[in-house]
């Protein structure tokens, strides 16, 4: 008997009467096992029902996946991202070294929760995995049989190729990509269309749909590189690269960004109930913006500054998407909104550990005193905006 809460996996009905979905479903429990790492979802035990259908049990994960986490927040700051790919890529890793070929990583795999106060990356769905040193036994996959999730499909995977470690790690591109971005390198509503995609095209620039480094977009593309052969060759030399690419970007020059800065009317805030109020629409405001994807350096009683990279072009959607913003905050401020002060800024910062902490940006009281109540947009943001009429 477990004295633990599980999972039960069970094969479905019509799926059970295939004996190759069958072995399958069998070959990924023994897969996890032969890879018996902390950062995958354990198996503990593998039976089969009185109607014939196998199952198994394994470690429940307490949270979500980060395909949700991605659309809950937006994109990620690289060292946000880092703390996903670290016990991610030792997974994979793990996985490689064992023989095991992943075939389908991506975000809805990869589960994130909480043990202990901690969060926990876990990766799981080894169902359709390649064992590339089968010791004796068949290989499940003929040759030019395509398996995977098309918007993560390597070239040699779509073309119904042998596979290697090497299509994971052109997954894992795929996945830094959207990490970083918020969205996959290439998108479509035909299949065949977006199998063609990862054919032929050459992989956008992450930096053409968020603000991205030089250094870390260079380690995205290598890793969608057509050829296998002209990516990394291992998972260790991505992680490796990626941390030298955050490295560069600690030494790099001011970014520019998109702040927008709140103040609640304090003063008229004179009884418990007028402050708990207000102090809840600042921790509904915070969220908002931080599920946007903006960092908030500045938290105070009765106001707060969130901060966000921008790409320096002008006009700049992301201006337009914080003006954006600010109508969800008076949303929030509800009737008392023009009594609120709300201000658009954009200009330089630097960061340091991926987090904003100096900068004009940050000097709120250049761009910030003497502001009225209402909504201000300053100069430089309107400038960013594209013209009306």
Not at 267 to 283: I, K, R
Request: glycine share 8%; proline share 8%.
């Amino acid at each position: 008997m477990l004295s633990r809460r599980a999972a039960v996996k069970v094969l479905h009905r019509h799926l059970a009467v295939q004996p190759e979905m069958v072995e399958r479903f069998v070959r990924e429990a023994k897969a996890v096992n032969r890879i018996a790492h902390p950062n995958i979802v354990d198996i503990y035990e593998l039976g089969v029902l009185e109607d014939g259908r196998p199952y198994y049990v394994m470690e429940l994960i307490d949270g979500s996946d980060l395909a949700t986490e991605i659309r809950r927040r937006g994109r990620m700051s690289p060292h946000d991202a880092l703390a996903v790919l670290t016990p991610l890529c030792d997974a994979l890793h793990a996985a490689h070294q064992a023989g095991v070929v992943h075939r389908d990583l991506k975000a809805s795999n990869v589960l994130i929760g909480t043990r202990e106060g901690r969060q926990v990356i876990k990766l799981h769905d080894f169902g359709i995995a390649k064992l590339i040193d089968p010791t004796g036994e068949s290989a499940l996959t003929a040759f030019g049989r395509r398996l995977g999730t098309p918007y993560a499909m390597a070239p040699e995977q779509i073309r119904g190729e042998a596979v290697d470690h090497r299509a994971d790690i052109y997954a894992m591109g795929v996945l830094v990509f959207q990490l970083l971005t918020g969205t996959y390198p290439f998108a479509a509503e035909d299949p065949a269309d977006l199998e063609a995609m990862h054919l032929t095209q050459p992989p956008p620039r992450p930096s053409t749909r968020a603000p991205v480094a030089p250094a870390l977009e260079g380690v995205v593309l290598r890793c969608l590189a057509k050829r296998a052969a002209d990516r990394y060759p291992d998972v260790p030399a991505v992680l490796a690269a990626y941390r030298a690419a955050l490295s560069d970007e600690v030494g790099a020059g001011p970014t520019l960004g998109v702040a927008i800065h709140v103040e609640a009317p304090l003063d008229d805030a004179t009884s418990p109930e007028a402050a708990d109020l207000v102090g809840d629409a600042l921790d509904r405001i915070e969220s908002l913006l931080a599920a946007a994807g903006y960092t908030l350096p500045l938290q105070l009683a009765g106001a707060l500054l969130a901060v966000r990279a921008i790409a320096d072009a002008s006009p700049s959607p992301d201006v337009a998407a914080a003006l954006g913003d600010v109508d969800a905050v008076l949303r929030i401020a509800g009737d008392d909104a023009p009594r609120w002060t709300v201000v658009v800024n954009v200009d330089r910062f630097q960061l340091r550990a991926g987090k904003p902490f100096s900068g004009p940006l940050l000097q709120i009281s250049s761009w910030v005193t003497g502001v009225s109540p209402g909504v201000t947009v300053t100069p430089a943001a309107r400038g960013r905006l594209a013209p009306t009429g």
